[in-house]
């Protein structure tokens, strides 16, 4: 069964820190692109990072540039979201997903984190 599992979510407070992590199984993770998105209340999902497995290579929103940094631990199947300088309207539903590297679209999304930042 394939899964992907975010955790790290929380609240803080602005100027603040958050790790977010995606736990993966059930398929073979060296072969997939992940890919952070979020969503807020009355808005459309976004993308916000993504991260290559061939080369390693990262993909950010302009938003979350020099604030946000991306990295995955093949060997524990697992991706992370370090997100320093948290602003308020970083406040979303933070979902990571799955995508072969020969394509384009996303196989795999997980159930998602909430995040929520405070002024």
């Known amino acids: 069964e394939v899964q992907l599992v975010e955790s790290g979510g929380g609240l803080v407070q602005a100027g603040g820190s958050l790790r977010l992590s995606c736990a993966a199984s059930g398929f073979t993770f060296d072969d997939y692109a992940i890919g952070w998105f979020r969503q807020a209340p009355g808005k459309e999902r976004e993308g916000v990072s993504c991260?290559?497995?061939?080369?390693?290579?990262?993909n950010y929103a302009d938003s979350v540039k020099g604030r946000f940094t991306i990295s995955r631990d093949n060997a524990k199947n697992t991706v992370y979201l370090q997100m320093n300088s948290l602003k308020p309207e970083d406040t979303a539903l933070y979902y990571c997903?799955?995508?072969?590297?020969?394509?384009?679209?996303?196989?795999?999304w997980g159930q998602g984190t909430q995040v929520t930042v405070s002024s």
């Open positions: 991260i290559s497995s061939s080369d390693g290579s990262t």
């Open positions: 997903a799955a995508r072969l590297l020969s394509q384009t679209d996303y196989n795999y």
